[in-house]
């Protein structure tokens, strides 16, 4: 059974953080305000700028009013979850506090009666081996498992050392190349190909390049759409544009919708 939607906001990669609280606030402000107006809200992974178990959560206000935010907002419409190359230890408890059904990545469902495939992106980075190397290591469960059982001050060492190292941190603005070549951590042809062919579908929708745009593509005779989510950032106004917008998808459509002037 694909699941079936009139209406539906999408987002990903807010990277929520203590030290970002405007973007926060703005998350806080979109689960009460824009998000009760659709029928379903589905978070594409990165959520949140790190997550080292959801037993940590249970120390950080930051987390549990982000926690409070979602599960009202789920007890007035359906919210889903796919997970994200930071945030992919969220676990049932967290989920179910917030009321959030976890979707496989890759999903697929339908909108105002168009199919969609769903997910976060950083799968469909196959040009960066290094990193898919080390994506298929930590997704394994029994290192996961492990990981969970450490002490709380070593997960978070430990996270921090993967954040810091820049063979696998995405900054927070990659540009593609001045002469329009894919650089190597945004998405290939190949593999969002590949994830359409599977999926049977023509529509793909993913975030995690923090590169937003509807893209036409095409390789051989198979033709897709595919949009990219846009990376949340209110609060470093030097580095740039402010950004949190989401897609919005109903009988018209799928349109960006700008949460900064909204
Ligand atoms: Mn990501």
């Known amino acids: 059974m694909i699941l079936q939607y009139a209406s539906a906001l999408l987002i990903s990669d807010l990277h929520l953080t203590p030290s970002m609280p405007l973007t926060a606030q703005r998350f806080i402000d979109f689960c009460e305000k824009d998000a009760p107006k659709v029928e379903a809200v589905f978070i594409l992974g990165d959520l949140f700028e790190y997550w080292v178990g959801d037993d940590a959560s249970f120390h950080s206000p930051f987390q549990q009013e982000v926690k409070r935010a979602i599960a009202t907002l789920s007890t007035k419409v359906k919210t889903y979850y796919l997970h994200g190359n930071r945030d992919f230890l969220i676990g049932a408890h967290f989920l179910n506090k917030t009321g959030m059904t976890l979707l496989s990545d890759p999903?697929?469902?339908?909108?105002?009666?168009?199919?969609?495939?769903?997910?976060?992106?950083?799968?469909?980075?196959?040009?960066?081996?290094?990193?898919?190397?080390?994506?298929?290591?930590?997704?394994?469960?029994?290192?996961?498992?492990?990981?969970?059982?450490?002490?709380?001050?070593?997960?978070?060492?430990?996270?921090?050392?993967?954040?810091?190292?820049?063979?696998?941190?995405?900054?927070?603005?990659?540009?593609?190349?001045?002469?329009?070549?894919?650089?190597?951590?945004?998405?290939?042809?190949?593999?969002?190909?590949?994830?359409?062919?599977?999926?049977?579908?023509?529509?793909?929708?993913?975030?995690?390049?923090?590169?937003?745009?509807?893209?036409?593509?095409n390789l051989g005779d198979q033709e897709w759409q595919r949009w990219v989510l846009s990376d949340w950032d209110l609060d470093h106004p030097e580095s740039g544009r402010p950004r949190a917008s989401a897609l919005m998808i109903d009988q018209d459509g799928a349109r960006y919708a700008d949460l900064i002037k909204a």
């Open 107 to 217: 999903s697929k469902i339908m909108i105002a009666d168009n199919v969609y495939v769903l997910c976060h992106g950083d799968s469909l980075c196959t040009a960066d081996i290094g990193y898919q190397v080390f994506r298929g290591w930590v997704r394994k469960a029994w290192l996961q498992k492990l990981f969970l059982k450490m002490p709380l001050n070593w997960r978070r060492s430990i996270a921090n050392h993967l954040r810091s190292n820049s063979g696998i941190q995405y900054q927070r603005s990659i540009k593609p190349n001045a002469d329009g070549v894919r650089a190597k951590t945004d998405v290939t042809l190949a593999a969002c190909a590949a994830v359409l062919r599977e999926q049977a579908g023509n529509q793909l929708i993913h975030g995690h390049t923090h590169l937003p745009a509807h893209h036409q593509e």
